[in-house]
Structure formats: structure tokens, C-alpha cells
């Protein structure tokens, strides 16, 4: 029988005063990390043609690449056609279950989930033992740049069974030390509650309940009790959009992470070579633009080459004061969440801060939605709900501060709605703000 010591199952301990989780990976200089990801690109490209991995074989095929030598570095990586979700779906489709783009033999894999299918079928995710480590690892980069350390409490609700974000969630945490309380999504105001009593009985030094705070803040307040969080902040930001924090679970759940200097998210570069790419050249556009989000991670059993997520993402290159070295990066969220509306280009986000204005619609919850729109000059629908409902005597006056804060925020005009509270659906994760007219 193995002894038990401390790293078996996880980490080795190291001093809580010191700056970075893996000094090591963290500074390396911009020569060592072109290095590893050039060795390490090569490496994978090299396994695509020899194992064969059909669906990245074709796609090399199609540049011409033959050879593990027609990719010299990493600044060949452009000559690579981009994969997306819709590639990993046919191939599925086509070899089921689990396609053609799988490094390893399903009897290397000990952990499978699927995405939450949002738009189309979801795809199948899997994980070898060192694939896992390597998300832990990398998410205790992240944990350790916020300031928080092995000892902490920390809540989270995140979904759990086929969708695979809770389990993973939760390994990271206890790999890297923390007492997990793992509370379930609210679905319901029962649920919500049994949550709620289990912070009010241990007290969270950490919260990670973020899709899920607005469902649990609701339920307290119905109930009038307070809710025993703390707040929820971060670093990273300063900058336009929010700092890069995961590339989905199916592509890399931890690539970066903000630190507490400067806007943006650290980028794991020994993990993932991440590019800012127009998507009708496969060029990078110029660092400080925004381009579709690609990943090409590295060191994995299975990995995914120059998968473009059709996800806004920016990057910037000057040295971080933090002393960290690698590059850092935004995200702009999701292309298929971008609305269009009288000669504007916004996110549902950008209507949802108009409507943070608007104090009377935010009590004790922001609850709304935005219609799709389908004509380019209609003014945008949104429906909103207001705790006294329609037919009170503020519901005027709040119609007419919604539209009048959109108009000044996001630039278009709003036809508003006032609804009755509770009268839009309820999510215990992520609720779903655009609607079909
Ligand atoms: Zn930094």
C-alpha cells in the first residue's frame, strides 16, 4: 500500500507570502515562453499526424502540412485553418459518440460532460487524469493572483451532473485547499433557502455564487433575512470588456485570470498559445482590437488546435507591473449574444447596465428581458419587472427611465414594458435574458 503524504492528492504546500502560485510558469521570460509553446505546438501537431487525429489531420491537410517540420515555431501557427464548435459537432455526428478528434483511447478518459447545448446539440467533453490536473493546477493560479489562499471557505452553485462546470469547480477548490460548500443552483425559492441556511450556519470567506446571487438575493429578501456572502469582486478590470477568465469547459475551464495591477486577464501561456483572430484572414488582428477568441492548448492528452469559440476577445502585450510575464486578455462576450438595432452593435449586457440605472427596477432584483430584434429600425423591446407592478403609480415613471437610460447608454430607442414581479422565468444558473419575439 502507497503512504499517504501531502501532494497525493494534491499540491505540494508552498509559503502563502509568496507572489505567484507557480513562480516558475508565471515568469518565464517572453524567450522561454516562445520556446514551450513552439516545442510544445509542435508536439501536438506531431501527434495529430501520427496517432492520426482525423478532424485535425484534414485540417493541417488542407494548409499543406504534411510534416511536423512545416510548423518551424510558433509563428506558424496562422498557417493552421480554425475549428469550430460546429466542426467538433459533425464529427460527432459523423463517428459517433465521441468524433474524430480525440488524442487518446477512451479508456485513457475518466471524466466525460457535455456543454450545455445552448445553441445545437451539445458536444461531449472529456478528461484524462493529467488533463484534470491541469485545469486544477491553472485554476490555482487564478485563485492565488485574487489573494485567496489554502484554508478559506468558499461557496459556489454552480450546475453539476452531465454539465461538468460544478465537479470541476469543486476539484479545483479542494485541490487547492479551500473548504468547498457546494450549495445547489436555486431552481426553486426551496432550494434557494436550503443555501441560504447553510451560509447563515458557516460563513463563506469566499463567494463564487455569481450567476446565481440575483435567485438567492430574491429569496432573502422575500424571506427578510440577510444573505451571510461576502462580496464578489475581482481584479482586472480598467479596460474594455472583462478580463479573460475560461475558454468553456470543453476548451480550457482556467486560461487566465485577472491579477490586482493592471486591466485584463493573465493569459496561461504554457498552457495555450490564445489569439485575437479575424476570422476571414486566420491573422491575428492588431493587439487592442477585438477579434474572435482562438485557443490552441498545449501539453494535454487531448487537446483542441486554433479552436475559434466565436467569442469576442482582445489582447494587449505591454509588461504587467505585477511581474508576471505573460500576455493579457479580454473578453467581449459571445458573437450570437451581439444584438443589432438601428445602425447600433451592442450586447444584452449593455442594456442590462442602462437598466442598473434605474433604481426602481432594481428592487430587491434586476429582473428582465430584451426581445431579439427583427427589424433593423423598430426601437429594441424590453420587458422588465417592477416590484409595485404595471399598474402603479411609479410603472410610468420607471417605463419612461428605462427607455431614457438605454437611449443614453447603448444609443437606441426602447420600447419598455413593466411587468409584474415574477412574472419572467427563473434560472438557478444563468437566467435567459434574450428572448424570440
Ligand atoms: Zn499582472
Known amino acids: 500500500m502507497p503512504q499517504y503524504h501531502d501532494g497525493i492528492l494534491g499540491p505540494e504546500p508552498r509559503d502563502p507570502g509568496q507572489q505567484f502560485w507557480d513562480p516558475e510558469a508565471q515568469t518565464m521570460s517572453r524567450d522561454q515562453i516562445h520556446q514551450v509553446q513552439s516545442d510544445r505546438l509542435r508536439d501536438m501537431v506531431g501527434r495529430i499526424l501520427e496517432t492520426p487525429v482525423p478532424l485535425f489531420q484534414r485540417k493541417l491537410a488542407e494548409a499543406g502540412i504534411q510534416s511536423v517540420d512545416d510548423i518551424k515555431s510558433v509563428d506558424d501557427i496562422n498557417k493552421i485553418p480554425l475549428t469550430v464548435k460546429q466542426d467538433l459537432r459533425d464529427s460527432e455526428a459523423g463517428a459517433p459518440p465521441f468524433g474524430e478528434y480525440r488524442f487518446t483511447p477512451r479508456e485513457s478518459w475518466v471524466r466525460l460532460c457535455t456543454s450545455t447545448g445552448t445553441t445545437g446539440t451539445p458536444t461531449i467533453a472529456v478528461w484524462t487524469r493529467k488533463d484534470i490536473w491541469l485545469e486544477y493546477e491553472s485554476a490555482c493560479r487564478n485563485w492565488w493572483r485574487n489573494g485567496w489562499r489554502p484554508g478559506q471557505i468558499v461557496t459556489h452553485a454552480h450546475p453539476a451532473y452531465q454539465y461538468g462546470g460544478g465537479v470541476m469547480l469543486s476539484g479545483c477548490l479542494e485541490y487547492f485547499g479551500m473548504l468547498n460548500i457546494w450549495v445547489e443552483p436555486p431552481e426553486t425559492d426551496e432550494i434557494a433557502v436550503k443555501g441560504i441556511n447553510m451560509w447563515a450556519r458557516v460563513r463563506p470567506d469566499v463567494s463564487m455564487v455569481a450567476f446565481s446571487l440575483g435567485r438567492f438575493m430574491e429569496v432573502a429578501a422575500k424571506d427578510g433575512v440577510e444573505l451571510n456572502l461576502p462580496a464578489f469582486s475581482l481584479g482586472g478590470g480598467g479596460g474594455r470588456g472583462l478580463p479573460l477568465m475560461t475558454a468553456g469547459l470543453e476548451c480550457y ?80 462576450g459571445r458573437f450570437r449574444d451581439f444584438l443589432n438595432s438601428q445602425g447600433k452593435y451592442f450586447m444584452v449586457s449593455e442594456v442590462e447596465g442602462a437598466l442598473r440605472k434605474v433604481d426602481a427596477v432594481t428592487q430587491p432584483t434586476l429582473e428582465y428581458v430584451v426581445v431579439k430584434p427583427t427589424s433593423e429600425t423598430a426601437p429594441l423591446k424590453v420587458r422588465v419587472e417592477l416590484l409595485e407592478g404595471p399598474s402603479s403609480g411609479g410603472a410610468e415613471d420607471a417605463r419612461q427611465r428605462c427607455a431614457a437610460s438605454i437611449k443614453e447608454l447603448v444609443g437606441v430607442e426602447a420600447d419598455v414594458e413593466i411587468l409584474e414581479r415574477e412574472t419572467l422565468e427563473r434560472s438557478g444558473y444563468k437566467a435567459v435574458r434574450l428572448v424570440d419575439a
Open 253 to 332: 475551464a482556467y486560461v487566465g485570470g485577472p491579477c490586482t495591477e493592471s486591466p485584463g486577464a493573465h493569459v496561461h501561456e504554457d498552457w495555450a498559445i490564445v489569439q485575437a483572430v479575424d476570422p476571414k484572414t486566420g491573422q491575428d488582428v492588431p493587439d487592442g482590437e477585438w477579434g474572435n477568441l482562438v485557443v490552441t492548448t498545449l501539453d494535454r492528452d487531448n487537446g483542441l488546435l486554433r479552436y475559434d469559440l466565436e467569442e469576442a476577445c482582445m489582447m494587449v502585450r505591454e509588461p504587467c507591473p505585477c511581474g508576471e510575464t505573460t500576455i493579457r486578455s479580454f473578453w467581449g
